[in-house]
């Protein structure tokens, strides 16, 4: 049963005493229904205040049984809950406070929520907390809990539905306060074997989550021989986001990736099928990922990165690419650098700046992001928007790391390059100076072709954890001050990095490679320039043309092959083979240049329509005579003689 704490109680799960509160802690399934029938109890009694829910949680423990047959009968809960969201969010324009009361059931409601998307996972469920003061007095003395070590929570305040991921000794709030915790302190492990389970279990959760995952090869562990060698291989390497990992995230866009078609291309392409162009990416191309540490300095993740491309690639001739989401972009620009300043230390090292082609970004911040200068409200907005929607780590994981290395290093370095202290962005920014000088047009070495995206208005006659999701939406709209983002990334910082003006996607920071999004527009844009930046637009067959001469070679071979008997032929054979000619080679009547492809579907028309089984044979002698000649050297046209 929920564990309920008064003053001077303590709380064995927590690890804390109580101070001037009444608790409430459930982390068990039969404990959140106690907890839903609760919120449902203040829900539908809209009138009630403060002092009236610390009189339901006083008697709390006499009738828990009650509470939790209520929320076991409860199967329309949602549905409830929504209709004060679409008051809460009327509410907003315009602003318009609502009752604390409302507040409070609209945080406990996101707290169940959270709390069961992580049935699925094995690893202890978090804890969801309820903490209301028991003084009337309630603006000088608030309710507290107080740690026996630093404990890290992600906390929902009283006013609004902005949330902040906190770690401290000792939280509270005068009025009242929901948090979600881990399940007590567990054993001790060092920050660095918190940091690798946390990357491990990522992804275990999303290959149980993503139905097939795409298992992209592992960089860092690749054996040597698996990796391409040759000038015209080209590697893609992909960076995921904030804790996240590589595994699952970006199957969609990969998916369009080894699907490209002939309109990807900004250049004609005459001859060459979507067949064609897919067999030279699978060819050509080997995608790998690399699952990493992302709340550590960004600074390290690059050393790490550039160090196991040196040890992986330096002595391949490949190219590489970048395809990164979120932080991910900034780790590939601080590993940019750190390649192409190792130049200058190992001279037998192809220039980087010829085998690093691009970098494609999906939502990162390039010119950083000003909740970041409140690491608190950045954290806690990115954690809640990436467990609302399933694509962050359990919350259990994410606080057994932020306990044990205190500090957030990874949400720091997001700050603007105008912050004070010198920002991370900036020093980023002045080491792409030193570089040698970039191309014409270009502000650094790296061409970067960066994504933003700008979340939807949302279905207001959606679940609850979409309307939930209109909601915050506007709370991070207005504690960022940016009216465009992705609920994480403001548009004017996705695109900041772009050297020219590109249009961007309809959707939220966790939704770039879902649904129709990797078919945009802008997605094509990207494909375009990964194709023509690495070569391999260059290794598609070029398209074969024949001089009327070479054709008339071809037809006279035909006619003495042995497999024919041409003096028995019927009359009109000849007559035929002037008509395929003349189809073939002066169909514009303005060139002598075939097209091989385009006259083998002109001769497969004429076989449907003829009923002379020799011509019929004839006519799969040369289809078969074009499709070899694709295998060599086209032979240059010429001039088409002018006619008398």
């Given at each position: ?12 799960r ?5 101070k001037?509160?009444?608790?409430l802690?459930a ?6 229904l106690?907890?839903?029938?609760l919120m449902?109890t ?6 009630m205040?403060?002092?009236?829910v ?29 209709q ?6 009327a ?5 318009t ?29 978090p804890?969801?907390?309820l903490?209301?003061?028991i003084?009337?007095?309630?603006e000088s003395?608030?309710g507290q809990l107080?740690?026996e ?9 009283p ?7 906190i ?8 009025l009242?306060?929901v948090g ?9 492990r ?30 860092d562990?690749?054996?040597s021989?698996?990796?391409?060698k040759n000038?015209?291989s ?7 986001g904030?804790?996240?990992t590589?595994?699952g ?5 990969i998916?369009?990736?080894q699907a490209p078609?002939p309109a990807d ?8 099928t979507?067949?064609?162009m897919?067999?030279t990416f ?16 960004i600074?390290?993740?690059a050393?790490?990165l550039s160090?196991i ?10 190219k590489?690419?970048?395809i990164?989401?979120s ?8 590993t940019?650098?750190?390649?192409y300043?190792?130049?200058?230390l190992y001279?037998?090292v192809?220039e980087?700046s ?8 999906f ?6 992001v ?7 409200r ?28 205190g ?5 720091e370095?997001?700050r603007?390059?105008?912050s004070?202290?010198?920002?991370y962005l900036?020093?980023l ?9 970039p ?7 790296l061409k ?7 979340v ?8 609850l ?17 940016e009216?465009?983002h ?6 004017a ?6 050297d ?22 802008v997605?094509?844009?990207a ?20 001089t ?6 071809v ?5 003495e ?15 035929t ?6 189809l073939i080679?002066?169909?514009?009547h ?15 028309k004429?076989?449907?329509?003829s ?28 001039r ?5």
């Open positions: 049963m929920p564990e309920l704490g008064r003053d001077g109680d303590r709380l064995s927590l690890e804390a005493q109580v001037n509160a009444i608790v802690v982390g068990e399934f039969e404990e959140i106690a907890f839903k029938g449902l203040l829900l539908r009694r809209p009138a205040d403060l002092r009236e610390r009189a339901e949680l006083e008697r709390f423990a006499a009738v828990e049984t009650h509470y939790i047959q209520i929320g076991r009968e409860s199967s329309e809960w949602e549905g409830e809950v929504s004060l969201v679409d008051t809460a969010f509410s907003l324009s315009p602003m406070p609502l009752a604390p009361i409302s507040n409070l059931i609209l945080a406990i409601a996101t707290g169940i929520l959270l709390w069961e998307q992580e049935q699925s996972l094995n690893e202890p469920k804890l969801l907390v903490s209301v003061p003084t009337e007095n309630a003395v608030p107080i740690f070590r630093p404990r890290a929570a992600l906390l929902f305040e006013g609004s539905l902005s949330v902040r991921q770690i401290s000794n000792v939280i509270g709030n005068p009242w306060f979600i915790f881990r399940n007590s302190a567990g054993r001790f060092s920050a660095d074997a918190v940091a690798h389970a946390l990357v491990e279990n990522l992804r275990e959760a999303r290959a149980k989550e993503v139905p097939a995952p795409i298992l992209l090869p592992r960089l562990t690749m054996p021989n698996a990796l391409p000038k015209n080209v590697v893609l390497l992909f960076l995921h904030l804790i996240s590589d595994l995230n970006f199957d969609g866009l998916k369009r990736l078609v291309i900004k250049r004609e392409l005459p001859g060459v979507p067949e064609v897919g067999a699978e060819r050509a191309v080997t995608l790998v990922g690399w699952p990493h540490d992302t709340l550590t300095a600074d390290q993740s050393r790490n160090r491309i040196e040890t992986q690639l330096s002595s391949s001739a490949c590489l690419v970048f990164c989401h932080r991910g972009g900034l780790v590939a620009r601080a940019a650098v750190k390649l300043e190792h130049v200058k001279e037998h192809k980087w010829d085998r690093l082609c691009c970098c494609i970004t939502g990162t911040p390039h010119a950083g000003g909740l970041a200068e409140h690491p608190d950045m954290m806690g907005a990115y954690i809640l928007s990436g467990m609302m929607q399933g694509q962050l780590a359990a919350y259990t994981d994410i606080a057994a790391y932020i306990e044990q290395r500090t957030i290093e990874g949400i370095d997001l603007p390059a105008n004070v202290k010198e920002p900036r020093r920014e002045d080491d792409e100076w030193k570089i040698p000088p191309p014409r047009g270009r502000v650094r070495q970067i072709y960066a994504i933003g995206g700008v939807p208005a949302g279905d207001p006659q959606g679940a954890s979409r309307r939930l999701g209109r909601y915050y939406a506007h709370w991070y709209s207005y504690y960022s001050g009216a465009h992705d609920l994480v990334v403001p548009l910082s996705a695109i900041a990095a772009n020219e003006q590109i249009p961007h996607m309809y959707c939220d920071h966790f939704n770039y490679f879902k649904g129709n999004s990797p078919d945009s527009e997605v094509r844009g494909i375009s320039l990964i194709w023509e930046t690495t070569g391999l637009v260059d290794q598609l067959p070029k398209p074969v043309r024949w009327l001469p070479e054709l008339i070679k037809l006279n071979d035909s006619l092959s042995p497999a024919f008997s041409w003096e028995n032929s019927p009359g009109n054979l000849e007559k083979l002037r008509a395929i000619h003349v080679s002066f169909k514009d303005k060139t002598d240049i075939v097209d091989a492809e385009e006259a083998k579907v002109i001769l497969s004429i076989r449907l329509d009923s002379d089984s020799k011509i019929r044979r004839l006519i799969d002698v040369l289809i078969t005579r074009f499709s070899e000649r694709r295998d060599t050297e086209p032979t240059r046209p010429s088409r003689p002018r006619r008398p």
